[in-house]
């Protein structure tokens, strides 16, 4: 079955520096997210993006996030300035077709921030 | 009005019992509740998923009830086996725009041979 990719699988990083998450989604998806799941949490949705822009965010998705799909297999979380309470798994998804309800996760990006 | 309340937080079954995870959510607008199965270290997997139209569906094991009225839905397990363990997440979204999953608080369950 298709996966999507996550790399690296974690990621530790001091508070202020920039990190970015990597995803290879299924390949002839169309649809992006990002999640994230504080431990112990539940998973909360970041931002969903389709047609090359951002669809939808929440308000954790503030200035400090942005998302971006570099080429055609790519697609990446990049945080600017980190802070300790950003620290979480992140996980990215992909899905086909618009009204295709099946959400495929990847494995997630465990992010520790010292 | 975005929330989904899920629960217990933990549940213990003995094997070949039947294990039943509630949900309620609020939001009518609400059109697609999918549960989703999470191993340690592993995102989330789509274990089955239902539209309000339908008041039951079942797939092998694992059915999903749906109460509109009451805007609750619930997933059983039948014949719970050891490798059901895990964590349990249901979740809600509308299939117009973004299509965003909001999920609830997450079940850990622990099969007990």
């Known amino acids: 079955e298709p996966e999507v990719t996550q790399t690296p699988s974690h990621q530790v990083t001091q508070m202020g520096q920039e990190v970015i998450l990597r995803c290879v989604p299924i390949?002839?998806?169309?649809?992006f997210y990002w999640y994230r799941q504080i431990l112990g949490q539940k998973v909360e949705f970041l931002v969903s993006?389709?047609?090359?822009?951002?669809?939808?965010k929440s308000e954790i998705f503030d200035d400090q996030f942005s998302v971006e799909r570099p080429d055609g297999s790519n697609f990446t979380l990049k945080i600017r300035s980190t802070k300790l309470e950003d620290s979480a798994m992140y996980f990215c998804?992909?899905?086909?077709?618009?009204?295709?309800?099946?959400?495929?996760f990847g494995s997630g990006t465990q992010l520790s921030v010292l | 009005q975005q929330q989904v309340k899920q629960s217990p937080q933990s549940l213990i079954v003995q094997k070949g019992g039947i294990s039943i995870i509630n949900c309620a959510y609020e939001?009518?607008?609400?059109?697609?509740f999918p549960w989703y199965q999470q191993f340690p270290g592993k995102g989330p997997a789509l274990l089955i998923a239902?539209?309000?139209?339908?008041s039951e569906k079942k797939e092998g094991r694992f059915t999903i009830s749906f109460n509109k009225s009451a805007k609750q839905f619930s997933l059983h397990i039948m014949d719970s086996q050891p490798g059901d363990s895990a964590t349990y997440f249901c979740?809600?979204?509308?299939?117009?725009?973004?299509?965003?999953?909001?999920f609830g608080q997450g079940t850990r369950l622990t099969i007990n041979p």
């Open positions: 998804a992909s899905r086909w077709y618009s009204y295709d309800e099946k959400l495929f």
């Open positions: 390949s002839n998806h169309l649809y």
């Open positions: 993006f389709y047609n090359n822009e951002i669809s939808e």
């Open positions: 939001n009518t607008a609400f059109d697609y």
């Open positions: 239902i539209r309000p139209d339908v």
């Open positions: 979740a809600a979204s509308t299939l117009q725009g973004a299509q965003k999953l909001v």
